[in-house]
T-cell receptor
Framework: GQQLNQSPQSMFIQEGEDVSMNCTSSSIFNTWLWYKQDPGEGPVLLIALYKAGELTSNGRLTAQFGITRKDSFLNISASIPSDVGIYFC????????FGAGTTVTVRA | NAGVTQTPKFRILKIGQSMTLQCTQDMNHNYMYWYRQDPGMGLKLIYYSVGAGITDKGEVPNGYNVSRSTTEDFPLRLELAAPSQTSVYFCASVAGPAYNEQFFGPGTRLTVL
């Protein structure tokens, strides 16, 4: 599979903050996907992006498909406690390749 | 709809034992996938199927086998379990090439000792 670099590896959020994470690849993808995984559960699809430059929102989540087709970012606005979990990016070129994930936890 | 179901939820195997991880979906999806997730890593594709009777290898197929005799079921077989196969296994299905309707099962946590 293709190598995806997802950053940051982990982050702490405070309720109300806007947070951002991104994913880069050395290869071009046809589709970018963002998932959230809660402990003990399977990943749940948050946003799917199908076209370079596309900007898509799902509630407080916004994701963009990079113009070069080699990157994507996910923003979460006005964080709430239930935003904690692991966020994965995935790129598709006939098969899915996943990033290693960004672990989001609440700052005490 | 139950979505994607996986059994068992947990299993401990001894080295050399075999087992089958079950995956069933009731959404009439053509595409089904098996992934493994190691700690701190993203999901890696083991095998996939684009319809009954059609399967193909993914990124990490060694040590595994699959079959797809029906649209609903996509079992994953481990013949000679090895410690390197200790992982969490996820099954997923999607109606077609577009991923906006992809569903994952809850996972099977497998430990090989």
């Amino acid at each position: 599979g293709q190598q995806l670099n997802q950053s940051p590896q982990s982050m702490f959020i405070q309720e109300g903050e806007d947070v951002s994470m991104n994913c880069t690849s050395s290869s071009i993808f046809n589709t970018w996907l963002w998932y959230k995984q809660d402990p003990g559960e399977g990943p749940v699809l948050l946003i799917a992006l199908y076209k370079a430059g596309e900007l898509t929102s799902n509630g407080r989540l916004t994701a963009q498909f990079g113009i070069t087709r080699k990157d994507s970012f996910l923003n979460i606005s006005a964080s709430i406690p239930s935003d904690v979990g692991i966020y994965f990016c995935a790129g598709e070129d006939y098969k899915l390749s996943f990033g290693a994930g960004t672990t989001v936890t609440v700052r005490a | 709809n139950a979505g994607v179901t996986q059994t068992p939820k947990f299993r401990i195997l001894k080295i050399g034992q075999s087992m089958t991880l079950q995956c069933t979906q009731d959404m009439n999806h053509n595409y089904m996938y098996w992934y493994r997730q190691d700690p701190g890593m993203g999901l890696k594709l083991i095998y996939y199927s684009v319809g009954a009777g059609i399967t193909d290898k993914g990124e990490v197929p060694n040590g595994y086998n699959v079959s797809r005799s029906t649209t609903e079921d996509f079992p994953l077989r481990l013949e000679l379990a090895a410690p390197s196969q200790t992982s969490v296994y996820f099954c997923a299905s999607v109606a077609g090439p577009a991923y906006n309707e992809q569903f994952f099962g809850p996972g099977t946590r497998l430990t090989v000792l």
